[in-house]
Every structure is written in structure tokens, then in C-alpha cells.
């Protein structure tokens, strides 16, 4: 899954390979006051840096 992720402290945006993104786990994490880092795929992100988190393309199981 490609992930699109903006920072407050950047304009840059960054591209981020995961093999397993998880909204909620995220969102709960950049809520909690004891967390200071995420990682999002061989990243590590400041919790109150983190902007947005979009899903740029999401991987496709093989059916057959």
C-alpha cells in the first residue's frame, strides 16, 4: 500500500511503502499524549508532526 504523508514542520510530501496500514490504530496513536513517535512503514514520524495520511494506492489480493 502506498501511503501519501504530509508534516506540519515540511511542505514536502512524502511517499511511504507499508504492507499494512491500519486508520484506526494510527489515529489512536497521534492521540495519545504518552506516544511520541509513529512508524509508518522504515519511518518514524513525530506524533504532532504528522498532518495527513492519505492512501495513494491500495495493494490488490490475487484472487486466483
Not at 508534516?7 to 489515529?27: A, G, M, T
Not at 499524549?33 to 490475487?62: C, F, H, M, Q, T
Request: charged share 35%; aromatic share 4%; net charge negative.
Amino acid at each position: 500500500m502506498l501511503l501519501e504523508i504530509s508534516l506540519h514542520s515540511s511542505d514536502k510530501v512524502r511517499r511511504v511503502q507499508v504492507e499494512n496500514y491500519d486508520p484506526d490504530e494510527i489515529n489512536e496513536q497521534r492521540n495519545n499524549p504518552e506516544i511520541e513517535s509513529v512508524k509508518l512503514g522504515n519511518n518514524l514520524y513525530s506524533r504532532i508532526d504528522l498532518k495527513n495520511i492519505e492512501i495513494l494506492e491500495e495493494s490488490i489480493a490475487d484472487n486466483s
